[in-house]
């Protein structure tokens, strides 16, 4: 594969910034074609962003012979459905997170991907960021020496700031995204973990509506045994007032602690010998490091960056923290 030529399925607010701009600023990657349901909206992003076809059918975007890779965006109910119709004509894919709305929705993913030619990434693309990758060198570093315990809140009014606009509120209606809020963003902080840590051993957690001022539960608890013996304790609430938001990981160590937001840009280290602050200055395209380590894979230059293994472990967690 000379040039990975991308199409999107699902054109919308997300792959305006993140990642849409980024197929063609990737060395041997193109945009060619988008596809979304509403003609008008397909055709308005192929113009703004200089795309050269666009589709209202997913089905003609597939057939597209100069395709040779597909970006799956759309919420995560039809993420399944999009990816196995890609894989089964030997199309790469590229899944947006949540990879789907459950386990066993993620399995049938994994076990497609075994049975055809096509290769499949999932878009946790924090793994890529400079950000993410420092704090996995200072936690191979021992700079907190051996970490014992891992704190994570992220506590949001009932419109979280972090999430994109969209025109229906479907993060929100379990049926399309699998859950609320947590389900969009859980996935970021949860594969971070799995990243840093490796293997879990357990997982339970609990979840519950407690406003009711949409379908989705809002207040989500949970704790990951990893086998290193490292524990991960979460809480998620998107229900408090705004003074009181919070995104923040503590990893307390048996010589000090890291410090950091998810959705921010420092990391911070105590130790003995230290107290310092590092800040980041994320990319234009924040998922673009992560496509160019996908297209170095595609063309068979490098390794899968976030394999649907890891996903489906990941979805594991989502189910049993929200107890499905």
């Not at 509120?169 to 969009?184: C, I, K």
């Not at 859980?186 to 879990?200: K, T």
């Amino acid at each position: 594969m000379d040039i990975v030529k991308w199409g999107i399925i699902g054109c919308g607010n997300v792959t305006e910034k993140k990642s849409g701009q980024a197929y063609n600023k990737v060395p041997n990657s193109k945009l060619v074609a988008v596809m979304r349901r509403n003609p008008e909206k397909a055709a308005d992003y192929a113009a703004r962003h200089k795309v050269d076809r666009w589709y209202s059918d997913a089905e003609k975007l597939l057939n597209d012979s100069e395709v040779n890779a597909v970006s799956v965006a759309t919420p995560p109910a039809n993420h399944l459905e999009y990816a196995l119709a890609a894989l089964q004509k030997g199309l790469n894919v590229y899944v947006e997170k949540p990879v789907t709305r459950t386990a066993e929705e993620a399995q049938a993913m994994a076990d497609a991907v075994k049975h055809h030619n096509g290769k499949l990434t999932v878009a946790h693309y924090r793994r890529a960021l400079p950000m993410f990758l420092h704090i996995k060198e200072l936690l191979a570093q021992k700079a907190i020496g051996e970490v014992r315990t891992v704190q994570i809140r992220m506590w949001k009014s009932s419109k979280p700031d972090l999430v994109a606009e969209s025109e229906t509120n479907w993060r929100v209606q379990p049926e399309l995204s699998g859950g609320g809020y947590f389900h969009d963003l859980a996935p970021h902080q949860l594969d971070l973990m799995l990243y840093f840590f490796g293997e879990p051993e357990k997982y339970h957690g609990y979840s519950l509506n407690q406003s009711n001022v949409y379908p989705a539960d809002d207040h989500v608890c949970g704790e990951i045994v990893f086998r290193n013996k490292v524990v991960v304790n979460g809480s998620w609430s998107f229900n408090v007032a705004e003074s009181q938001s919070v995104d923040l990981c503590e990893m307390i160590g048996t010589k000090g602690r890291i410090s950091f937001p998810f959705f921010g840009n420092f990391v911070r280290v105590e130790n003995d010998n230290t107290d310092e602050t590092k800040t980041f200055t994320h990319p234009e395209h924040i998922q673009q490091p992560m496509i160019e380590k996908i297209v170095s894979y595609f063309r068979g230059e490098g390794p899968n960056p976030c394999p649907i293994e890891e996903a489906v472990t990941l979805m594991k967690i989502l189910d049993a923290f929200t107890e499905k």
